[in-house]
Each structure stands twice: as structure tokens, then as C-alpha cells.
């Protein structure tokens, strides 16, 4: 026998059967019309029609309570999946909270009007989500923010390869550079220098220079050697 039958069992205790009588003397103890309905057939005593009519108005009473006498599992899941808000599923369980098979059970408030297993699982269905906590000194203000973005930008420029501008500028020659390494076309003589002049050749052309004679008792011009 169940805890939730045979609470009421004890409840029924010296009366004939559950006639209309018996069940307000139950609502009368705390029960509830579905427990009653759930619970009522269970205890052995014999239903009469005024109650069995009255249990017609409570079809899911037992799927939902079954000999346990308080809500089960299924009864909430199913509740969930017709979007029942928390509230109002906790509002169920306050229903049958008070009744003397939810003060049987310990717990206090909806929760006691559920089973044990049913309770636990709503508990954690609309458990909130756990917040993590922002700490203030590590937020990150808008210019240091920029500041790592240009220097990002920076770096990214310092780590680029230098283009060869031999390939982007046209016109341009590696070999064309003045230098050791430059080639003889970019060697520019300079303006108005004289080239170097031969010392011999120079004696020559003056050896042979035409000079004029002036020695007394001689007329006329006549080369000499000098």
C-alpha cells in the first residue's frame, strides 16, 4: 500500500463507505478532489455513485497523482511541454502542498506537492543560467582599443617584405646604379674637362714651330730648329 492510500485509509477510518458524506469529510482533512479521485478507489472502501460522479470531473487524476498522491514527473513534464511557466507549475504543487500527503512528505512550500523526483527535475529545469561576473578592471577602454589596432597596423607594415622596384617602376634597372657595382654607361665625364695631353707629342709640334730669323746681313724668314 502506497504512503499516499494509506493516509487516506486512515482518514476513512470507521465510516461506511466513500459516499458524499465520506468525501467532504476528506476535503474537510485537506485532501484534494483529484487525490481523492486518484487515491479514493484504492483504499477499499466501497464508491457511490454521487462520488463516482464527481471523479468524472478529474480524468487525468490518475496519470498525473496515480497512488503516489502527489503530482509525478509526467505531470510536470508534460505541463513543460505545454509551456507552462514556472509559476504556474508551481502553483499546481501548491494545491496538494498542504494536503496531509504533502505535509507527509517534509518539504515545504510547491515543491510539496510534488514527488520528490518531480521536484528535483523542475528545480533544474528553470534553474537561472549562471552569470560570470565582469570584472571591472579588466574591461578594455576605447583608445586602448585603438591604440592595440594601430599598433596591430604597425606591425603588420614592419613585417611586410620591401618590393622590388625594379618590378613596379618602369624604366627601372638593377644595373643602372652609380657605383663599384654601376656600369660603364652611368659614368658621366665631366663637363669641360681636357683630356690628358702627351708630353712628347707636346716637344715635338714645339721643335717644329716656324720662327723668324733676325740675325744681321740676313733678310727674309726662314724655319729654324729651335
Do not use: C
Not at 476513512?12 to 478532489?33: F, T, V, Y
Not at 721643335?207 to 746681313?217: D, E, F, R, V, Y
Amino acid at each position: 500500500m502506497s504512503k499516499g492510500v494509506q493516509l487516506m485509509s486512515q482518514d476513512l477510518e470507521g465510516r461506511p463507505g466513500l459516499g458524499q458524506g465520506s468525501w467532504n469529510h476528506l476535503i474537510n482533512k485537506g485532501w484534494h478532489p483529484q487525490q481523492i479521485t486518484a487515491l479514493g478507489p484504492k483504499t477499499g472502501w466501497t464508491v457511490g455513485s454521487w462520488v463516482q460522479d464527481r471523479m468524472k470531473g478529474y480524468p487525468n487524476a490518475s496519470r498525473n497523482i496515480g497512488q503516489s498522491g502527489l503530482y509525478n514527473l509526467m505531470a510536470a513534464q508534460k505541463w513543460v511541454g505545454k509551456g507552462k511557466t514556472q509559476q504556474e507549475i508551481e502553483g499546481y504543487g501548491n494545491y496538494l502542498s498542504g494536503s496531509p500527503r504533502g505535509q507527509a512528505t517534509g518539504r515545504s512550500g510547491w515543491a510539496a506537492g510534488f514527488t520528490g523526483e518531480a521536484a528535483d527535475w523542475i528545480t533544474n529545469k528553470f534553474k537561472p543560467e549562471p552569470t560570470q561576473e565582469v570584472d571591472p578592471w579588466e574591461e578594455v577602454d576605447p583608445w586602448k582599443e585603438e591604440f592595440k589596432t594601430s599598433m596591430q597596423d604597425l606591425t603588420d607594415k614592419i613585417n611586410t617584405p620591401a618590393v622590388d622596384p625594379s618590378k613596379t617602376m618602369p624604366g627601372y634597372s638593377k644595373a643602372s646604379v652609380v657605383g663599384g657595382g654601376g656600369t660603364a654607361s652611368m659614368k658621366i665625364e665631366q663637363k669641360g674637362r681636357r683630356r690628358k695631353t702627351n708630353m712628347s707629342q707636346l716637344k715635338r709640334k714645339a721643335w717644329s714651330m716656324p720662327t723668324t730669323n733676325t740675325a744681321a746681313g740676313k733678310g727674309g724668314g726662314s724655319p729654324v730648329n729651335v
